[in-house]
């Protein structure tokens, strides 16, 4: 006699396929009923009420022991953020203000090396000047011929 091997893998991928199907089928029949909508949405509405009531007297018992409330972090932490900004906007004009400062530094280094060489070529300038003075006056010098004594004597007479 032979017998047969079920394939069980087959078979719960039918099972599991034919559960999957009859399962959305009554999750589409539930999710569609008004009633189950209508008492969803209360369920819902209840939590949201209750949620509002228990962080209101936390709130209350918060601010009885004079603690912080939620609001008040929530205040305080907009202010934070502000603060922030503002930090932020100082640090920017800071860095502004510093990279204007090396700009201006670097013109004034840069004007105060020309000044230098501007002066060094005017001392080489009045250098020159005063070498071809020098020797312009040491030419008249010697151009002018010594008058004879007789010639001195006369013009002093």
Do not use: C, F
Request: charged share 30%; proline share 4%; no cysteine.
């Amino acid at each position: 006699m032979a017998t047969a091997n079920p394939d069980l893998g087959k078979l719960g991928d039918e099972l599991y396929s034919h559960w999957e199907r009859a399962m959305g089928g009554w999750w589409d029949q539930v999710l569609e009923n008004p009633s189950v909508l209508d008492a969803m949405g209360k369920s819902l509405g209840g939590a949201a009420q209750a949620r509002g009531k228990y962080e209101k007297g936390v709130d209350d018992t918060m601010a009885q022991m004079h603690l912080p409330t939620r609001g008040d972090v929530i205040r305080v932490a907009k202010i934070a953020a502000m603060l922030e900004e503002r930090v932020l906007q100082q640090e920017d004009l800071v860095l502004g203000l510093k990279d204007q400062m090396g700009r201006l530094e670097k013109e004034a280094v840069h004007a105060r090396i020309e000044a230098a060489e501007a002066r060094l070529e005017l001392r080489e300038t009045v250098a020159a000047l005063r070498a071809e003075l020098a020797r312009g006056s040491s030419t008249t010098a010697s151009n002018k011929s010594p008058s004879p004594p007789a010639a001195r004597r006369k013009a002093n007479s």
